[in-house]
């Protein structure tokens, strides 16, 4: 594991991208095949199936590390991880051996049909020849969670330095639904014709926020504007009459949706769509929150179909009569895409319409009037773009409107976890009813470290009550929270749910008496809400 | 009443009429060091140890202070108060009180492992022991200075060799001449960011003697800087002074960089682990060799940690003060650097 170890430290001392992506090519070119794999599997979030508990190895760790198991969780909720957690509380190994990155994961993986005392048996000895950081890597392999500070689109960088192979090219082959054990690094990397594998999709194209006013994209007429639809990104792949759906975060999710499967009779061979899933019912777009009843759910019930139906809304066209198209233009793709839709009728699949518009103000106003739509914004994309890879500037915008805005008090903070340990950055907020305060919302982002650091000064002299993690703090700071959608809930307390709350700035200006009220919220319900 | 009790000015013992670390204005203050939530400014007398005099009026400016030294017993209507080294800084003390046979000992801030600068850490035999407890969870265990002073003197000779200049950050008053003492001189040149000159400057005039460091000014030669060692506050890591310099590494030494979290928080090159406060296992075995029966825990993971001395069968726990331990560090310097 020294290997992997090393560059792990030099990933993790290093701020700068160039070091980064430096060390993990000269990583690849002295790694054998099979850690090779691993590496790419776990950089892409492919970690082997979880073998032991992690109830079980806080337990093994508390004994061994000869600490009462509430130590241990105290220990844990500072750390803000538990692998690392129990890296620290372990005593001094015994020996120091030096297997590799693959011998400990196929050691983990054996671990799955054995019984508990022989699981405790391994875990310990494993502990015990291995030495802090590759303890820490090991308790990382079986619990997963990695933050390596390597994202994909460097580890990608780093293969094609090492294979020089172009970037574009191993990014479609690292796509996909491959298995580290049964994949060589041959077939999966080096190979011209990559796997036989018809569900790969195509890396998805992601659009920057537009910070300024449209109009200095240009002319009006080189643009196309559709709406931002709030569901989930989605592409469809219809290849050699089998469906797959998959997720923005390369999740295949064809299960989750049933309503596609029929699409392979309708749609002909060889076509992929990128589109939003949306659910939606008698010729309306439903909230984000109706679909969110169904993410998660291992069972689509009837009843969730019933009532929480979906619909790919599509907005481009990446694969057509089993050629890949993503270097024609948005104007020829959208051609494609209409004529395609038009004659190929299925009830869970519409257009996303484009918005009609020869000036900007034009347009301007069609932004505003989002929320009417149940839209987050619009998206403008340049008519002659071809579809490109990641997150790009300068063909495709997202222009988002003004989130709605409340101010709250804080009255439970918790520490966060990762680079915020240690730190209390998770807060629960409250508006007013009245003399009493009515918690509505949960935030964790939109505050500097320097913010954090100064908040968790006054939670730890202001403690009213401690929850294990979680303290409830005298009710004084006030925030206003920016949310981009606001709907009736049975779940919460206040009668409210906000999509996407998040802290937009600390009103230091404010007492807690000044901030809004329970009626204020319900105001905003009858106005945006569903 | 108890010998010492706390009260909201600070650590009080109502029989002497003296506080010892107070945060507000009192009258007689007995200080234990000169880190700014241990020795505040407004009081109207002070004490403290010869050598931890200097440093309190550098930076306290005109205050009435008077030192003694190191184990001599001051009476003060009747009770008997001494200075004993607790090994944090130079001058640091662990107050020790005691009257009619009853003695306490106010701990203030203290490491054990003899730095090689402070007064080396001195346990007291004690009925009731103030302790710290900065770093009181089993996660914290530090390994021995040298084999972090041999890794910090790896990193900057590596950047030496990369023609870089080695930019390490610790807190002004302790940490900054603790690392200045223990780094391999030989390696390069040590400069210093002007607000740990002044303390270098303070504590050389008190004779002690530091190893050479060159103030970094606007005249400074740039030529200087690739292959030196520079020490600076972490306030300077985020502030426009680093446009000084071109290629380089940062480093914290700090208790906090023992976690990821926090040495990615701090997004610097490098996080040596390296307290003036005691670990896990030191703040154990202080309080045990204390003898002492009675623990009371005031900075830290007070909870925590005084749960933990309760199941080992003493009688402790958690008072809340104003102390902030090496979180002070932490804090001042970020919002220092979002000023400058």
Not at chain 1, 333 to 339: G, Y
Not at chain 2, 61 to 87: C, D, Q, R
Request: proline share 4%; aromatic share 10%; with cysteine.
């Amino acid at each position: 594991m020294k290997d992997f170890v090393k560059l792990f430290n030099t990933i993790d001392q290093t701020t700068k991208t160039n070091a980064k992506v430096e060390a993990l090519a000269l990583y690849f070119k002295n790694a054998s095949d099979a850690d090779r794999i691993w590496t790419i599997a776990i950089l892409s979030h492919r970690r082997p199936r979880r073998t032991v508990t992690t109830t079980l190895l806080r337990t093994w760790a508390a004994e061994y590390g000869n600490l009462p198991l509430w130590l241990f969780e105290e220990s844990y909720h500072v750390v803000g991880d538990l692998a690392e957690t129990i890296a620290l509380v372990l005593p001094k190994p015994l020996k120091q051996s030096n297997h590799p990155l693959s011998y400990w994961i196929e050691y983990i993986k054996a671990l799955k049909d054995v019984e508990e005392e022989e699981k405790k048996v391994a875990i310990l000895q494993a502990w015990n020849s291995l030495g802090h950081e590759a303890r820490f890597i090991f308790n990382k392999l079986i619990t997963g969670g990695w933050r390596i500070g390597i994202s994909q689109k460097l580890m990608v960088r780093a293969l094609s330095k090492f294979t020089g192979i172009e970037e574009n090219l191993l990014a479609h082959r690292l796509m996909g639904n491959w298995d580290p054990s049964s994949t060589s690094f041959d077939e999966l990397v080096l190979s011209e014709n990559p796997l036989d594998d018809i569900s790969k999709p195509y890396p998805f194209y992601l659009a920057y926020a537009l910070e300024d006013e449209p109009v200095d994209l240009g002319q009006p007429e080189e643009w196309q504007a559709e709406r931002k639809w709030d569901g989930i990104r989605g592409q469809i792949i219809i290849r050699k009459k089998e469906i797959f759906v998959w997720s923005r975060g390369e999740e295949l999710i064809t299960d989750k949706f049933p309503e596609f499967n029929s699409l392979v009779d309708a749609l002909p061979e060889g076509t992929v769509l990128d589109g939003e899933i949306l659910p939606f019912k008698d010729g309306k777009v439903l909230s984000f929150n109706v679909l969110q009843t169904r993410i998660g759910r291992k069972n689509i019930s009837k009843k969730t179909l019933e009532t929480a139906p979906v619909v790919l809304v599509a907005y481009d066209l990446l694969e057509f009569e089993g050629q890949d198209i993503r270097h024609e233009s948005m104007a020829e793709r959208r051609k494609k895409l209409e004529s395609l839709l038009d004659s190929y009728r299925h009830e869970s699949l519409l257009l996303s319409p484009v918005v009609k518009f020869s000036d900007w103000d034009v347009l301007k106003k069609e932004q505003k009037d989002s929320r009417a739509h149940n839209c987050e914004g619009l998206m403008l994309k340049r008519k002659d773009s071809p579809y490109k890879i990641g997150r790009k500037k300068g063909d495709w915008w997202k222009w988002k409107v003004e989130p709605l805005t409340i101010d709250a008090v804080m009255i439970y903070a918790m520490r966060g976890h990762g680079r915020r340990a240690n730190l209390y950055t998770d807060y629960t907020f409250a508006v007013w009813n009245g003399d009493e305060l009515v918690s509505f919302a949960k935030a964790y982002s939109g505050l500097k470290d320097t913010e954090f650091q100064e908040i968790t000064r006054f939670v730890k002299q202001n403690t009213v009550e401690r929850f294990g993690p979680v303290r409830s703090v005298k009710p004084e700071l006030v925030f206003e929270l920016a949310f981009e959608g606001i709907n009736r809930s049975k779940r919460h307390k206040s009668g409210v749910a906000l999509r996407f709350p998040r802290m937009k700035r600390w009103r230091k200006d404010k007492s807690a008496s000044e901030a809004n009220t329970l009626d204020d919220l319900l105001n905003l319900l009858n106005l945006y809400g569903q | 009443m108890s010998l010492l009790s706390f009260t909201s000015r600070g650590i009080y013992c109502e029989k002497a009429d003296v506080y010892i670390d107070p945060w507000r204005k009192v009258d007689k203050a007995l200080i234990t060091h000169g880190h700014s939530d241990h020795s505040r400014w407004g009081h109207k007398a002070y004490l403290c140890t010869h050598s931890a005099k200097p440093v309190i009026e550098h930076r306290l400016g005109k205050i009435n202070i008077s030192s003694v030294p190191f184990g001599e017993t001051t009476t003060i209507n009747g009770v008997k108060f001494s200075f004993h080294p607790a090994g944090h800084i130079l001058g640091s003390a662990q107050i020790r009180v005691e009257y009619k046979g009853e003695i306490w000992v106010a701990s203030g801030d203290y490491k054990l492992e003899n730095d090689g600068l402070a007064e080396p850490f001195e346990p007291v035999r004690c009925h009731a022991f103030i302790t710290e407890s900065t770093f009181g969870l089993p996660v914290y265990k530090w390994k021995p200075q040298s084999d972090v002073f041999d890794a910090i003197n790896a990193w900057w000779e590596q950047n030496k060799a990369e023609g870089k200049t080695s930019i390490l950050a610790g807190y002004s008053l302790g940490k900054a001449q603790r690392i200045l003492q223990n780094i391999n001189p030989a390696i390069g040149p040590v400069l210093t960011h002007g607000a740990v000159e002044n303390i270098n400057e303070v504590m050389r005039a008190q004779g002690i003697s530091l190893n050479d460091t060159i103030k970094i000014t606007k005249e400074t030669d740039k030529n200087l800087f690739p292959g030196s060692l520079v020490i600076c506050p972490p306030s300077a890591l985020g502030a426009s002074w680093m446009k000084n310099f071109m290629k380089h590494s940062t480093a914290v030494g700090s208790g906090w960089m023992m976690l990821r979290g926090a040495r990615r928080r701090r997004s610097v090159d490098r996080g040596f682990v390296l307290s003036d406060h005691a670990d896990w296992d030191g703040l154990n075995s202080a309080i045990r060799e204390t003898g002492a029966e009675k623990v009371i825990v005031t900075h830290g993971y007070t909870s925590v940690f005084s749960k933990w001395l309760r199941d080992q069968g003493l009688d402790a726990a958690e008072v809340q003060t104003r102390f902030e331990g090496e979180l002070a560090e932490i804090n001042d310097s970020i919002s220092s650097s979002e000023a400058s």
